[in-house]
């Protein structure tokens, strides 16, 4: 790493140029030309990086700004935080969700409901809706169908299937329709 003058660094093949992001107004008064400025320094006696951010109140306010940078910290970290740095690791890989996000996601997503071993999921339907018969069981769009409505169609079906195309219990069938409600029963 070569510093050839104030404004310029050069790391390797790669030139670095500061530009001054203030104005001076009077003697007293410093004015900043940009909304939300990120700016890295690098010391070279220490070897370490410090990154500021500095952000218009009027724009910003404090909680975005420190959300902001929590995540430019966690990509940092995720970038070179390892013993073992990837250098040809795709950017798409680097997660922008912070850890309690990602907690948060994991718990949000967490929908898995244990039913009886001796319960079928028909059948667990079948109590569904005698249970809540007028509930939503189903909407798309501006359409929607009740538990009850939804099970009238599924028992046309079953009939319609088993007296018109003899399908008996076990076969295994495919079924095409186009996006609606009709796909549901």
Same mark, same amino acid.
Request: net charge neutral; hydrophobic share 40%; aromatic share 6%.
């Given at each position: 790493m070569k510093q050839s003058d104030k404004n310029e660094v050069e790391i390797g093949d790669s030139r670095l140029f500061s530009i001054p992001f203030t104005i001076e107004i009077s003697d007293d008064e410093i004015m900043s030309k940009f909304d939300f400025i990120?700016?890295?320094q690098h010391d070279l006696n220490n070897n370490d990086f410090s990154c500021t951010i500095n952000a218009s109140l009027d724009l910003f306010n404090v909680e975005t700004v420190d959300k902001i940078s929590q995540r430019f910290h966690s990509m940092l970290h995720q970038l070179f935080g390892s013993i073992d740095i990837q250098m040809e690791r795709p950017?798409? *890989?680097?997660?922008? $969700?912070? @850890?309690? *996000?990602? $907690?948060l996601i994991k718990s949000l997503n967490n929908t898995q409901v244990l039913f009886p071993s001796t319960s079928c999921i028909h059948h667990e339907f %079948?109590? /569904? +809706?005698?249970? !809540? @018969? /007028?509930?939503? +069981? %189903?909407e798309l769009d501006e359409q929607s169908l009740t538990y009850c409505e939804l099970l009238y169609y599924a028992q046309i079906l079953s009939s319609n299937l088993l007296n018109t195309y003899h399908v008996v219990?076990? *076969?295994?069938? !495919? /079924? !095409?329709? *186009?996006? &609606?409600? &009709?796909? %549901? &029963?």
């Open positions: 990120l700016s890295i950017i798409y *890989e680097i997660s922008l $969700t912070l @850890p309690n *996000e990602r $907690t %079948v109590y /569904q +809706a005698m249970k !809540c @018969p /007028q509930k939503l +069981a %189903v219990s076990g *076969e295994i069938f !495919c /079924q !095409c329709v *186009e996006r &609606s409600l &009709s796909m %549901v &029963s």
